[in-house]
């Protein structure tokens, strides 16, 4: 028995992780919203340069958590963390007493909610290095990377962790254990906070175009998240801005999740990764200029696509 | 006598005040691309609510200023100041020995490159404090404010700032000689520092709606600019930030210049605005953040353009 999981928001990562962890040998059921016609039908699609390619065909394709006819040892919550998708009513209704969480998410400061709604519950957090995109209903591009980084938020996880990654490695995927998930999730924003938002701002480059272009200036983006991290207790290893650089110039040109959500006219993770970044710095009473600006340009680039 | 005028770049600001000069008495003149064919046959109609509507019929029209057939008091350069055009080049020709320039243009630091050039010449540097916009060929909406700001470069202009106001107030327009026309230059970039940038990049809200959503993040930039001016020894009054703000709150919803241009594919004054303020406080080895960030933002902005 491998287990039973139920993956809450399969769309792009959620559809990819399931697909893994489906091909360990886990009985995998998804709650999909917008491509449940489709997926219920015909299942998803992943093509992977690294990985191969394969069909995954959920166990259940569900509209809503409620629907799940059985009891999960995971729910993972793979949704976007915007305003307007309330994480814990979405999950809430498809846990049994056995069940742990986890949520495969972008951002910072993000946990919060979800210890005060489960406190008694093995809370695994996780974040996504890698670059998939949702080309058509049911079909995922695995373009690159795919590393999984997994953390227990409470201090005994009976295993259950550990026991995640080593579905996940079982079905081919790169994961692995963090001890200290938050400065993990820290240290993703510092690619996050300067990409997402220049993607968007620049009207639409690519990773390539901006970095080459604005060097200068997402290093002392990726610097400002540096120094709030490091203040906030999690202080990041001394090459972080360097590898990121370095990784992103080896990347493939790349399009950002936000700017795929705003292309598409999907709401923005502004609020995850850069709002919350920058309330933890107004409560540390540390500057960040650089992040302070790309947040107010994204608030006003969301208040004129609200107006139009 | 009222004098002859040759204006260079006759757009909306150069038509305007050339029509308020033309009103006053003066032979004026007009160089003009793109609208030549529209304004040789029936020069341009004035909009006003303040002022009035009128047609001012240019003495000459034409489509490069060596074509002018006479002998100007004053060339007045209205043109964009963006990269592409060779403002010394576009001016050359329409001079005479007797000629005393004028111009009447956006950004700081935007002097040496005349000076350089006409180093024997009175050199009369203008700032328009308008609201006025080209609605079609020729037909030019005055909406607010007007106010001329000049002041000569030289220390002696043998009385050519003043005659050249007094022009322009006899024709209706509010004009002020300025004592310190460069410290005027950092005032007025002042405001056009964050509303030009933050109305592209958010794209394309106006100004009203950019002061209510993020008035800190306005402030903040034009403290910023007020830094600069004030250690290239050029201090600005203590209230000016609180005069731009509530001068901008009392002003009707404004697309700025550089929105407009943003949004008929026209080049920015991103350098003349911006580029050059963050050149000036790197010389004064003078933190710039904000500055700094939006100018990043529009030159990526920029770069997406010219790719797209």
Known sequence: MNGKILIVG?????????????????????????????????????????????QFRPAQVLRQACEYQDSADYLILCSKV???IDRVNLIRAGLTAETAIAFIQNGVDI?????????????I????????????????????????????LTPDDAGLSQRLRDLCAAGGGDCEISRDIVASRWQKCVWNA???????????LATQAILQSQEGFVRDIMHEICRIAAASGHPLPYDTV??????????????TSMLLDFEQGRPMETEAILGNAVRAAQ??????????????????????????
């Open 194 to 204: 300067p990409f997402n938002p220049l993607s968007v701002l620049s009207g639409g």
């Open 111 to 123: 946990e919060s909610e979800l210890l005060a709604a489960f406190p008694d519950r093995v809370l």
């Open 10 to 54: 399969a769309g792009a990562i959620g559809g990819f992780y399931g697909a893994l962890l489906a091909r360990a040998g886990a009985e995998v059921s998804v709650v999909c919203r917008s491509d449940y016609d489709y997926v219920s039908r015909h299942g998803f699609q992943i093509d992977s340069h690294e990985l191969g390619c394969w």
């Open 283 to 308: 409560r540390l009473n540390l500057e960040c200029p650089r992040l302070q600006s790309l947040y107010a340009l994204m608030r006003l680039r969301e208040l004129q696509i609200s107006q139009s």
């Open 242 to 255: 360097e590898l990121n650089i370095e990784r992103t110039r080896h990347m493939p040109p790349y399009k």
């Open 125 to 152: 957090s996780g974040l996504a290095y890698i670059c998939c995109n949702r080309v058509a209903p049911g079909h995922i591009k695995h373009l690159a990377y795919g590393k999984l980084t997994l953390g227990a």
């Open 82 to 84: 915007v305003a307007g």
